[in-house]
């Protein structure tokens, strides 16, 4: 691969600009937050003048904001906990086991990943009401944990699949169950495919915001997505405070990020790659 | 003594029984699970778009009247077909504005440019963000009169340039469409950066050897190397475009404004099925037409898009 001595800056301004526009909105978001409104109205691109926490306080004092992530964290790290759950037993059972069913079992979860459910919101939505869980984070649990169960079982089954048994195998002839084999000897073992399929899920059900749209209307039942909506609907005038709740709600991912930066591309890709 | 035996093999045996009965739990809680929430309201919608609907009671089987009207009746047909286009514009422009920029940038981290790693960070960046907040922080930075675009435009001296860029029906599609690239790049990127490390270095080398330009080498080895990850993103890409509601409803709101200029299926679906900020009243059956019509039309076109490349990868 020869450049031509031209070649090589021109790709370096390409990509400088692409990484520009990429960054540019996200830090002009958190450099506005510090900024009071008045400020952004007069000098947007600027930096703000004195670093003030004044637009974080009014921000807090027109929403619940508190309580909106207080929710957000109880939905996300729930359902989180059931996919890892629900799917490693059934990962496990696909990727170990060879009844003749196993492959049908397998087709029918992947399924779920062609199919968009946003299309069954209608039916979901009366399953919801029948079952009482409208307003409650039990709707949204269930839901994330619905959604994120085809992805799951596929990273975690290939995983088993290139697993070797001889451990297992002398659990078993030692007599422990297979419950027993698989949180004893499996699981540890496979941290970094449970650490991919956490990170997958936990993004997913952090910034989802179609199904509390439809599932949630109680204030204090609201995940941040929903609860960001009704604060542009009503206080639109103090842009401050607007980026002060972007900011907020952004940082958890975005300090998530900076810890496992590598996890999380991997993961969000995992998918699509495998 | 020997009945005491007896009785402890019987106990083994039964606890040994138990024990592979009980390994066919193991999936269980999935399939309740993702039977109760996915499976099960997939098929349900199919059942709703053939009945009657008054509000949220079933009335009488219809057969297809609610897909008739969904295509022919007005307003529907309007809405329909109007959304639909902007479905098609929404897959072209980001196969472009995303794709295949995220493509060539991909290249450029692969062909090793320092600073590969922070260029990658950098792009995916957006894509951890709620798209909620996207679609907020790009409404605020849009703004026609504060809004930080227009400023530094000005900035610039391009002020011919500035414009409502969500206000305008001329523009407002295409800047919400590229607001979603600029969310949805860093991810196409890192699918084609997979893609293209994993080309055997050995077969680049020996072009290489043999003088091979860059231009051809990217055609002749490179490209049909890379048709699994054009695959993967294109049809990804499609999914997500005839899909696309979040940004739309968070920057337009739920009637695509301005006047319909962003509507898109999903956003017409919502209305349908859950009644506009309008107060339009629900209408369960059509929306369960549109939605079944959606899914139809999005399984037989992946189906056929895979296909189709499956038999391009053959031919290189």
């Known amino acids: 691969m020869k450049d031509t001595i031209w070649t090589k800056p021109f790709y370096y301004v390409i990509a400088f600009v692409f990484a520009s526009i990429s960054l540019y909105p996200i830090i002009l978001m958190i450099l506005s937050s510090f900024k009071p409104s008045r400020e952004i109205f007069m000098n947007p691109l600027s930096l703000p003048k004195s670093f003030s926490l004044e637009t974080y306080q009014t921000l807090l004092d027109q929403i619940p904001f508190m309580t909106y992530f207080y929710n957000s964290a109880i939905v996300s790290v729930t359902s989180v906990l059931l996919i890892l759950v629900t799917t490693s037993l059934a990962a496990f059972y696909i990727a170990r086991y060879t009844f003749w069913w196993n492959n049908y079992l397998f087709f029918f979860f992947l399924m779920g990943m062609m199919i968009p459910i946003k299309l069954g919101i209608v039916p979901l939505f009366v399953i919801m009401k029948n079952l009482d869980l409208l307003n409650s984070l039990w709707s949204l649990i269930f839901m994330y944990t619905a959604q994120g169960i085809p992805l799951s079982i596929l990273i975690l089954t290939g995983f088993f699949r290139t697993m070797q048994r001889e451990l297992e195998e002398a659990a078993r002839m030692d007599g422990a169950s297979d419950l027993r084999i698989l949180w004893n000897v499996v699981l540890p073992l496979m941290r970094p495919a449970i650490g991919t399929v956490a990170i997958i899920n936990f993004i997913q059900s952090w910034n989802d915001f179609f199904f509390p749209l439809i599932f949630i209307t109680d204030e204090l039942k609201k995940t941040i997505p929903v609860g960001m909506l009704s604060l542009f609907g009503e206080h639109s005038a103090d842009w401050g405070a607007l980026f002060a709740g972007l900011t907020l709600s952004s940082l958890p991912m975005i300090v998530l990020f900076f810890i496992a930066s590598k996890q999380f591309m991997e993961g969000l890709t995992a998918g699509a790659v495998k | ?316």
């Open chain 2, 1 to 316: 003594m020997e009945l005491e035996i007896n009785k402890k093999l019987n106990r083994k045996k039964q606890k040994r029984n138990w024990k592979r009965w009980a390994i066919h739990l193991f999936p269980v809680p999935a399939i309740i699970v993702y039977g109760l929430f996915i499976v099960y309201p997939l098929l349900a919608a199919l059942s709703y778009s053939f009945f009657d609907w008054n509000g949220m009671i079933r009335g009488d089987f219809v057969g297809f009247k609610n897909f008739v009207n969904l295509f022919t009746l007005e307003p529907f047909s309007g809405f329909f077909w109007n959304s639909f286009g902007h479905n098609i514009i929404y897959f072209v422009v980001q196969l472009v504005f995303q794709n295949a920029i995220a493509f060539f940038l991909a290249y450029l981290i692969y062909k090793k440019l320092k600073f590969g790693e922070f260029f990658k960070i950098a792009l995916f960046l957006p894509r951890l963000l709620s798209v909620i907040v996207v679609g907020f922080l790009w409404k605020l930075i849009l703004n026609p009169n504060f809004g930080a675009l227009n400023v530094l435009l000005g900035k610039f001296g391009l002020e011919n340039l500035q414009k409502a860029w969500l206000g305008d029906p001329d523009t407002a599609l295409i800047t919400i469409i590229l607001v979603n690239c600029w969310f949805g790049i860093g991810f196409m990127l890192l699918i084609f950066l997979a893609g293209f490390q994993a080309i055997p270095k050995e077969l680049l080398e020996a072009a290489t050897l043999d003088g091979a330009k860059e231009f051809k080498m990217m055609k002749t080895i490179m490209l049909p190397l890379m048709i699994p990850s054009i695959m993967i993103t294109t049809v990804l890409t499609f999914i997500q475009s005839f899909e696309a509601f979040e940004l739309v409803y968070a920057m337009q709101g739920s009637q695509g404004e301005p006047y319909h200029s962003t509507d898109t299926l999903a956003v017409y679906f919502y209305r349908l099925a859950f009644g506009g900020s309008t107060g339009d009243s629900t209408a369960i059956g059509l929306g369960s037409a549109l939605a079944v019509v959606l899914f139809i039309f999005i399984s037989t076109f992946t189906a056929l898009l895979l296909k189709f490349m499956q038999k391009k990868e053959v031919e290189m």
